[in-house]
């Protein structure tokens, strides 16, 4: 889902506008077509079945409403990951949990359409997936506009998925949690929201193992310095836990848009407390 920091450029300039793409909208790690994205029920949750190679949207009492088949070939037109920080799980012992505190920063000076996600995630290592808590300015899939909000999206080979979306106010502090639910052999079941906002809450059971965490900035339709926040956001409290009590080596990589000043600097590193600055 990520990109190199010369490959997202383009939208730092604004020379690619959503309306280039007709039929999709724009969601983390690119603009995906209509058909292939899919709001959440209250309560509800996912559910990948790799005999059938489907996934599946099961509501809270274990009706199946909808299912899609898990071998799209769609892949976005262009990511809009500008700058981040990661770390690659190499260990024996899966993530069990990656925990991360921020507060919404106050609204763009301007607004000409752009949409600003700020998020902790976790992909395979294949990089075909993404589960993430996001925090958004701007219009996406989900909605939005002029305002800050929030929702939990998962996005793979089968589509787009998301919880419904939840404003929020600049000045808020902000919980984002993934969680690892259960597993059995290659089968892994997880969790992601915000853990102090209600309705934030996407379960997804029957994927492969999520190794690469990061923390993202990413933009679209970005035409000035104006469109993003002033000053930075700080990502602390990370907290990475390993299954079994494991204690994870981390070292956390960083990819900046020196360019045009948008760069992430790790203050702390590691898997407990680490903190992390995006500037813009």
């Known amino acids: 889902m990520h990109a190199s920091v010369a490959a997202t450029a383009v939208f730092l300039l604004g020379l690619i506008a959503p309306s280039a793409f007709a039929g999709t909208a724009v969601a983390p790690g690119g603009w995906r077509g209509w058909n292939n994205v899919h ?9 990948h079945d790799p005999e059938a190679h489907e996934t599946h949207i099961i509501s809270s009492n274990g009706t199946k409403l909808f299912s899609a088949p898990a071998n799209s070939t769609e892949v976005p037109q262009q990511s809009g990951w500008i700058t981040y920080a990661s770390w690659l799980n190499t ?5 069990s949990s990656f925990t991360t505190t921020w507060t919404v920063p106050p609204a763009p000076k301007t607004f000409n359409g752009q949409t600003v996600f700020l998020f902790n995630s976790i992909e395979p290592s294949s990089g075909n997936a993404i589960l993430q808590p996001v925090l958004q300015y701007g219009p996406s899939a989900a909605g939005g506009g002029q305002y800050w909000s929030v929702a939990s999206w998962y996005v793979g080979p089968s589509g787009t998925y998301f919880t419904p979306l939840v404003r929020v106010n600049p000045g808020d502090v902000l919980r984002g949690v993934i969680t690892l639910t259960m597993h059995l052999g290659n089968n892994y079941s997880y969790v992601s929201q915000f853990t102090n906002i209600p309705g934030t809450a996407l379960s997804i059971g029957g994927i492969n193992q999520l190794t690469w965490a990061t923390e993202t900035l990413e933009s679209y339709s970005v035409t000035t310095e104006s469109d993003y926040p002033q000053g930075t956001t700080v990502f602390s409290g990370i907290n990475l836990s390993l299954s079994g009590g494991k204690v994870a080596n981390v070292k956390w990589s960083v990819a ?9 600097t790790v203050n702390t590193d590691g898997a407990r407390g680490a903190k992390i600055t995006v500037k813009y």
């Open 256 to 264: 900046s848009d020196v360019q045009d000043g948008l760069t992430t």
């Open 91 to 95: 260990n024996s012992a899966p993530i």
């Open 39 to 47: 709001q959440m029920p209250a309560n509800g949750s996912l559910l």
